[in-house]
């Protein structure tokens, strides 16, 4: 069994390391200030700029086929270089990346949509969620209903991310309620919002937030439905499946910066006249970090892996985020511990941190959903404890 990085992996992962700490990492503190004036961090045109920057070392693309310009990733690779963007707070992800259900648009909606999403020029948001269906999102209610050539949707949908700022949506609507949602009764449409739906912002304990989408009577023509009719909640179930490693890859980062900064503080910070470190009760909660991080690791890896393998990644993929959403969280707690009155403070990110780890055992399946996942697979026998190993 071989647990280490090819020379190919570990070269990419350090360059990608070198590209966040010398380019992004030094943003942080005026990112810190402008979020406390309740701007964004990095603006859309900084955003950009640092994308470009990043194409230049080759980060263009991570998950994009070559096709349309990008490096297509195996999964690991992939999730290496989400841990190391997790490393620091600012809101900042490679460049020349569209949501993976846009690659079922047609050759039309392509130019549209997909292509100007890769190249930075359009932004687009992803909505399923509404106020009465989250956890249990074939509880949709967002109708689409033909006239003619088109579909006019009405309804809600909520808490979506990048839904302030989005110039299209990708939006699951019922379009057939006798079939129902699991019966090929729902429809994903591309809508502009010029089309007509408004969004309205939500405040949350994180910074940005996410926004309401509201639907009143929006017309929308049948050449904007993407894939195919019947087909909506699909492709809204592949769109969060790929999260599912990615989020938790991402938290690996958040932990392993934030371990760092503990074991400095538990390495200088004197009290009763010696190191805080020298305490056995700050060494337990950095064994415990340590132990709870490693485990995580694999638990991603092999998701990721299992992705490469070309084979079912939903087991694997709700371990890995059930453990790696309630690791970080853990973890954080542990570092705001160690760091004191210092640690609850504005001055150092970890309060940040605090905050933005907690919507990771929510959003894209609470930890409730993956346990569902997981238990419902063993106790009707599609996957065997052990899994590969079994
Ligand atoms: C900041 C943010 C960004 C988001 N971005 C998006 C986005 O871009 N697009 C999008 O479509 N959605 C998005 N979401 C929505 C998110 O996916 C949902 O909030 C999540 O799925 C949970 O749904 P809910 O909030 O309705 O909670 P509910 O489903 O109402 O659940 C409430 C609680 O009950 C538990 N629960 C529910 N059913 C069961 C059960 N059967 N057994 C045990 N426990 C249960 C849940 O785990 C949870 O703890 C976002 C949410 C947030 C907060």
Not at 358 to 375: A, F, K, V
Request: glycine share 10%; with cysteine; net charge negative.
């Amino acid at each position: 069994m071989d647990f280490s990085l090819t020379d190919e992996e570990r070269a990419i992962r350090d360059t990608a390391r070198q590209f966040i700490t010398r380019e992004v990492m030094p943003l942080e503190q005026e990112a810190l200030l402008r979020e406390r004036r309740h701007e964004p961090g990095l603006d859309r045109s900084e955003l950009r700029e640092l994308q470009q920057k990043a194409k230049k070392f080759g980060f263009w693309g991570l998950s994009t086929p070559e096709e349309y310009g990008g490096m297509d990733l195996p999964a690991v690779l992939q999730s290496l270089i989400w841990t190391e963007v997790g490393r620091t707070f600012v809101q900042f992800k490679f460049g020349g990346e569209a949501d993976n259900i846009l690659y079922y648009a047609n050759e039309q909606q392509k130019q549209e949509f997909l292509i100007p999403t890769i190249e930075g020029d359009r932004i687009s948001c992803f909505a399923i969620t509404e106020p009465g269906a989250g956890s249990d999102a074939a509880n949709i209610k967002l109708s689409a209903r033909q006239d003619g050539d088109d579909w006019i949707l009405n309804g809600e949908k909520t808490f979506i991310t990048n839904g302030n700022d989005a110039d299209f949506v990708i939006v699951v609507a019922v379009t057939d309620k006798e079939k129902g949602v699991r019966g090929g009764g729902t429809t994903a449409f591309l809508v502009d919002r010029e089309m007509g739906w408004r969004s309205e912002f939500i405040q949350t304990m994180g910074e940005g937030g996410p926004a309401s989408l509201i639907f009143d009577d929006v017309r929308v023509p049948a050449r904007n439905i993407l894939g195919e009719i019947g087909q909506g909640f699909e492709l809204g179930m592949k769109w969060i499946g790929k999260g599912r490693y990615l989020i938790p890859s991402n938290a690996l980062g958040i932990a392993e910066r934030s371990l760092g900064m503990a074991i400095e503080y538990a390495n200088t910070r004197e009290t009763f006249g010696r190191k805080i470190g020298e305490n056995q009760a700050i060494q337990w909660m950095i064994a415990d970090s340590e132990v709870e991080l490693e485990a995580a690791r694999w638990l991603i890896l092999r998701a990721a892996w299992t992705v490469d393998q070309g084979e079912d990644p939903r087991h694997a993929s709700s371990m890995a985020k059930l453990y790696g959403a309630q690791m970080v969280n853990n973890v954080v707690d542990r570092v705001m511990q160690i760091h004191g009155g210092m640690g609850y403070t504005r001055e150092l990110p970890i309060e940040r941190w605090y905050r933005q780890v907690r919507l990771m055992r929510i959003y894209e399946g609470t930890d409730e959903m993956q346990r569902l996942i997981i238990s419902r697979d063993l106790l009707r026998g599609y996957t065997k404890i052990g899994g590969h190993l079994a």
